[in-house]
């Protein structure tokens, strides 16, 4: 059973930054101060909207993810995704993520997917992940 609420946002507050951008293109929006119950709620989301794609791509847009990046959250990052990978079965080809201009997140991030399993591509702005996604779903 998942609780309504997860911290300051709400399951579907959660859901609600997982969307579809175009067939086999889906978008996932970070959020300020994310920890590892959120992150887990919105790959859920995605796995959800991912069912039946036979094959997929995930942007995922850290433009939301201003604020603190707990050290918790950052031993915890390349786990979930690892897993998430893992569990596609080969279904998702390609996980983009879209740095920011902050020079310390931007920081961050590059420390935690440096630590992440899998294949990553880090892009400039959501334009260049969602061009890097059809390019791999066109192989």
């Not at 201009?101 to 899998?118: D, E, S």
């Not at 591509?121 to 334009?127: F, G, R």
């Amino acid at each position: 059973m998942v609780n309504d609420a997860i911290g300051r946002y709400s399951v579907e507050e959660l859901h609600d930054r997982v969307s579809v951008l175009e067939p086999g293109i889906l978008l996932m929006r970070e959020i300020a101060d994310g920890d590892g119950t959120t992150l887990s709620t919105m790959l859920q989301r995605v796995e959800e909207l991912a069912t039946g794609l036979d094959r997929y791509g995930l942007v995922i847009d850290l433009d939301g993810a201003k604020g603190r990046i707990s050290s918790d959250y950052r031993r915890e990052v390349p786990g979930q995704i690892t897993a998430f990978w893992q569990r596609s079965d080969g279904r998702l080809c390609v996980v983009a993520v879209t740095m920011l201009t902050n020079p310390v997140t931007r920081v961050v991030a590059k420390f935690i997917i440096g630590r992440i399993g899998v294949p990553i591509e880090i892009t400039p702005d959501q334009e260049a992940s969602v061009a890097c996604v059809r390019e791999r779903l066109a192989r």
